[in-house]
Structures are given as structure tokens and as C-alpha cells.
């Protein structure tokens, strides 16, 4: 009841301050276990999500320093968020996290691990590989602009509209985790999943990502 009573209000809102344009929602299932990756230029990014899908069981990760954030923790609490820390592997958020997926839900991550200050794509880390091999569920990627902090506050205060762009990239899967040189094929499977992202984005925001043969690989298969 809160979701649908919280979607209801922030699709009203972001119509009157934003203009969205959206491809390849349909990539999106609509039920089952499936793990949505994408960038992360600003606060609104992780909102978005919550917003613009339609299912209830959706699996939001928070950096448990926003518990102590009355605001934060008091709406995390209501959307059944898992609270993460971010300073070392967090095994209980993560075991939590297998549990709903298995059960079918989607999980929105960002492989970055925090918002880029740069606005350009950060080396990502291995949390998302990880679930993704271990359960064995398909990757959505997606690359987000228009909604950097930045841009955000500048808009606002002159009360512009807002211009936010979601790319949503095909399902793809990886392999399952190997038992021998795991942190090497965790590392390149971290690869995979941020150049499928980066070919979402305009040159300017694929940052470290940019001039990846597997980057160029994916822009080429995207042209035929």
C-alpha cells in the first residue's frame, strides 16, 4: 500500500518537473528473479527505479549510513530496503539479498558502489558479478542521464524542468561463479557488466570505460 500510495504521488511529481524519455522498457520483466545494473550520477538515480517500475518486489540496497538519517531510514524501513555496508563485504546484507532474488524479486544495484563524482562511470566492484553468477539470473543494464546532483540543484532553483534519459539494455547473463580464480573472473565479469552499461551512455559518461575493446565490441553489434 505505501509502494503503490508512493508511486502514485512521485509519478505526479516527476511529470510536472521532468521530462523522461525511456527506450527498452520492455527488457524488463515483468516477473522473476533478474538483476538491473546501471550508473550512478545522482540521488534520484535509486528513486527512479522505485517510480517507474511497475512491480511490488523490487530489492532496494541502501548504504547504511543513511540510517542515520531520520528521512532515509524511516523510508527504507517502509520499502523493506536492505541496509548495506559499504566499508567491507557485507555477507548478512548479501545473503539477504540471494534469499529475495531466489524467491523472484528484482534487485537494482550499482556496480559503482556510490555516486561518481565525476558524473563519468568509476571502476566498478564485484557485488554485482557475484550475485549474478551465484544465482544465475539475467543482468539488465541500463544507462541513466539528467540526473546528476549538479544538474538537479541548478534546475530546481531556476524551476526548469528537469531532462532525464533511461536507456534500458538487453538481458544478458554470466557464467556460473567457478570454484578456482574467483577475484579473476569476478574482476572480468565486473568488466562485462560496466561495458554493457557504458554503451548505454554518451561518450562523456562512460568514463574509465571509454576506450574498452569490449566497449567498441558491443557499439559494433549495436550498429547491425
Known amino acids: 500500500m505505501f509502494l503503490h500510495t508512493l508511486r502514485s504521488v512521485f509519478r505526479v511529481v516527476l511529470s510536472t518537473g521532468a521530462r523522461v524519455t525511456m527506450t527498452g522498457y520492455e527488457n524488463v520483466p515483468l516477473?522473476?528473479?533478474?538483476i538491473v545494473?546501471?550508473?550512478?550520477?545522482?540521488r534520484l538515480d535509486a528513486m527512479l527505479g522505485v517510480i517507474l517500475s511497475d512491480r511490488d518486489d523490487i530489492i532496494l540496497m541502501i548504504?547504511?549510513?543513511?540510517?542515520?538519517?531520520?528521512l532515509w531510514r524511516n523510508l527504507g524501513d517502509k520499502l523493506d530496503a536492505i541496509w548495506l555496508d559499504r566499508e567491507e563485504v557485507d555477507f548478512h546484507s548479501l545473503r539477504e539479498v540471494m534469499k529475495r532474488l531466489k524467491k523472484g524479486g528484482l534487485l537494482g544495484i550499482a556496480p559503482e558502489g556510490t555516486r561518481s563524482k565525476t558524473e563519468a562511470l568509476m571502476p566498478g566492484k564485484p557485488g554485482a558479478a557475484y550475485l549474478a553468477s551465484r544465482s544465475q539470473l539475467p543482468l539488465i543494464p541500463i544507462g541513466v542521464t539528467g540526473t546528476e546532483d549538479r544538474l538537479v540543484k541548478h534546475r530546481l532553483k531556476r524551476l526548469q524542468r528537469l531532462d532525464i534519459t533511461i536507456n534500458i539494455g538487453k538481458p544478458f547473463m554470466l557464467p556460473?561463479?567457478?570454484?578456482?580464480?574467483?577475484?579473476e573472473f569476478l574482476e572480468q565479469s565486473t568488466v562485462e557488466i560496466m561495458c554493457q552499461i557504458a554503451?548505454?551512455?554518451?561518450?562523456?559518461?562512460?568514463?574509465v570505460y571509454t576506450d574498452y575493446p569490449r566497449v567498441r565490441?558491443?557499439?559494433?553489434?549495436?550498429?547491425?
Open 199 to 207: 554503451v548505454l551512455l554518451p561518450v562523456k559518461y562512460r568514463g
Open 176 to 183: 556460473p561463479l567457478p570454484r578456482k580464480n574467483r577475484d
Open 37 to 42: 545494473v546501471t550508473n550512478h550520477i545522482g
Open 63 to 70: 548504504a547504511d549510513k543513511y540510517h542515520q538519517v531520520p
Open 31 to 34: 516477473e522473476g528473479g533478474a
Open 217 to 224: 565490441e558491443l557499439l559494433s553489434e549495436q550498429q547491425r
